[in-house]
């Protein structure tokens, strides 16, 4: 998903508690709750007193963590590196959609021609 973040093996689940997370992260949970504040893109559903992350929030974590810790960004060169980062994911999912349409038409000609 992102570039220059080592895969982490997680278990076959949905959601994650905060526990997990710092686990299979390196992130201690205060951190964690630090970066709800500071970070959109991180916004674990609440259930009771606890917060569940999904796969996706964790490789988003997992992001941060490598532009803060290894990359040297600030918090605010953080945030805008991945809001950059998602914009262009979502221009470039949006050119593929448009290409399949293309494609999609282009066939329906050439069978009409034929």
């Known amino acids: 998903m ?3 973040v080592a895969e982490v093996k997680l ?23 630090y970066w709800e504040n500071e970070f959109q893109e991180i916004q674990p559903i609440r259930r009771k007193s606890q917060r569940l992350y999904d796969r996706e929030t964790i490789l988003i974590i997992m992001r941060i963590k490598h532009m803060l810790y290894e990359q040297n960004y600030t918090i605010s ?38």
């Open 11 to 33: 278990p076959d689940k949905i959601y994650f508690r905060i526990g997990e997370v710092s686990e299979y992260t390196g992130v201690q949970p205060y951190v964690l709750r």
């Open 77 to 114: 060169g953080a945030k805008k590196k991945l809001r950059e980062e998602v914009n262009q994911r979502r221009v470039s999912t949006k050119v593929n959609e448009l290409l399949h349409e293309i494609l999609s038409e282009l066939k329906s000609i050439k069978q009409k021609i034929e």
């Open 2 to 4: 992102f570039g220059g």
